[in-house]
């Protein structure tokens, strides 16, 4: 296993193909917090309590008080360095596709243009009863907020556990990642599923694998490299004097 970032700037600077798959590590160095580890949010808060749509229809008004805080720290949060560096790597790829799985909206502020957002988008909003969605960036929504058309019920438009995710979404992850030449696998600890298996997907098409992380995560072992540190210092140093 490979680790420094020299050889994997040289792939970069050869390819026409390129997939980056992003999780919440990514954003950890802007202030917002993961989902595992000693600090995760499902350290504290449960997530059969608060991120399923059986949650929902128990309790809307304690998803909502998750989702309003959430909102309301996220809106104070801006991109790093981590962010700026893909949506660098983008200009200079012929082919690239940001798949991030997490909902802040951040890599679009720091100006990723194809990004699939897998989990969805903690600013989207969908009505219940008539599905109509919108954007609502207030930070706080309120306890039961309402459709404006029909007077449903809003739940926050990410996907929850359980959930499908959106299959036009996930069918446009799958074909670039069965295409790409090179996957960067950034600030996930790949243990959530579908979006875990892409690296997979990447790996039996031929692809060169690199994960970028604080840790080892189980996807390590299908890595062809893996780089330990902080997404916000390794991938600026990465695309430094690229192309
Ligand atoms: C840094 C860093 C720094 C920190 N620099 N790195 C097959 C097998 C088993 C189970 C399933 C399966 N298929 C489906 C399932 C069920 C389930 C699942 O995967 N469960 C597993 C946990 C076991 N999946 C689903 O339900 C999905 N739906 C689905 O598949 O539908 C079909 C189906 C349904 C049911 C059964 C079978 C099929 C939907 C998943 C939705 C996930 N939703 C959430 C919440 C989104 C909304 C919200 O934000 O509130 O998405 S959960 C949460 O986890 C969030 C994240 O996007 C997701 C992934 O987390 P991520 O990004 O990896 O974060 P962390 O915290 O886990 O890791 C951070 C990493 O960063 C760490 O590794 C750190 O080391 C690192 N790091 N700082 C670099 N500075
Ligand atoms: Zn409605």
Known sequence: METSIQPLREALRNAQRVVVLTGAGVSAESGIPTFRGAEGLWKTYQAKDLATPEAFVRDPELVWEFYNWRRALIGQKTCNPAHTALAQLENIISEFTLIT???????????????????????????????????????????????????????????????????????????????????????????????????????????????????????????????????????????????
């Open 101 to 243: 799985q997490n909902v802040d909206g951040l890599h679009l502020l720091a100006g990723s243009r194809r990004v699939l957002e897998l989990h969805g988008n903690i600013w989207r909003v969908r009505c219940t009863r008539c599905g109509r969605e919108t954007m609502d960036r207030s930070p706080d929504m309120g306890k039961r907020p309402t459709c404006t058309v029909c007077g449903g019920l809003l739940r926050p438009g990410v996907v929850w556990f359980g959930e499908s995710l959106d299959p036009h979404i996930l069918h446009q992850a799958v074909e670039a990642a069965r295409s790409c030449q090179i996957m960067l696998v950034v600030g996930t600890s790949s243990v959530v599923q579908p979006a875990a298996s892409l690296a997979f997907t990447a790996k039996s098409g031929g692809a060169m694998l690199a994960e970028i992380n604080l840790e080892q995560t189980p996807n390590s072992d299908l890595m062809d490299r893996v780089l330990l540190g902080k997404a916000g210092e390794i991938l600026p140093r990465l695309v430094e004097g690229l192309p």
